[in-house]
């Protein structure tokens, strides 16, 4: 159903002034226009609600018409909640991007570092290899200063007894000494 006349006007002019609109209220609901109607104050955003139960009408009471604000202007609001929004977007796509750097520079130290490490490997491999060769090299020493240390033992174990039977032989002279 589409507004005529008086009510188009009344449309118009609230799209307008949204403070219009509680006077615009107060005239439809009553009938009589605000300028005619003399006994009831003009009402404004600013004035407070009555509250019920306080007039003294004997216990009657009366509802009291709900202030709407007014409404500020929506494109306004938009632009602002448009640029806000981009400015939340702009500062998640920084954090994202520099998370990426710093992981990005992460990989690249942890590479360094492994490269390092592989480095340190290949030199340590490289030494026990030079190592072992060289104890390949000296094992035929090694087995022949282990046939001399066997061979010394055996010598000292000889002295051990040639002593023991000198000891032995001394005291048999001794004994036919003394016949």
């Known amino acids: 159903m589409a507004a005529t006349g008086d009510e188009a ?3 118009d002019s609230i799209s307008r002034d949204p403070t219009a609109v509680s006077a615009g209220l107060v005239t439809a609901a009553s009938g009589v226009p605000q300028a005619e109607r003399s006994d009831d104050p003009p009402e404004t955003p600013s004035s407070a609600p009555k509250k019920p139960g306080t007039n003294s009408d004997g216990g009657v009471e ?3 018409e709900a202030v709407e604000p007014a409404e500020p ?3 306004e ?3 602002d909640m448009f640029e806000k929004m981009a400015i939340f977007l702009q500062g998640e796509l920084t954090a994202t991007c520099e998370d990426y750097l710093l992981l990005e520079n992460m990989n690249k130290l942890t590479s360094l570092k492994y490269m390092e490490m592989k ?3 290949a030199n340590i491999s490289r030494n026990l290899q030079d190592l072992n060769n060289k104890y390949a090299s000296l094992q035929p020493y ?3 200063i282990n046939k001399i240390e066997e061979q010394v033992s055996a010598l000292e174990q000889a002295a051990y007894k040639l002593d023991a039977y000198s000891k032995k032989l ?3 002279f001794k004994k036919l000494e003394k016949r």
């Open 142 to 144: 090694l087995d022949q």
């Open 73 to 75: 202007d929506i494109d």
């Open 170 to 172: 001394e005291a048999r």
């Open 77 to 79: 609001l938009c632009s």
């Open 9 to 11: 006007a009344a449309m």
């Open 62 to 64: 009366t509802a009291e």
């Open 119 to 121: 480095d340190i490997s």
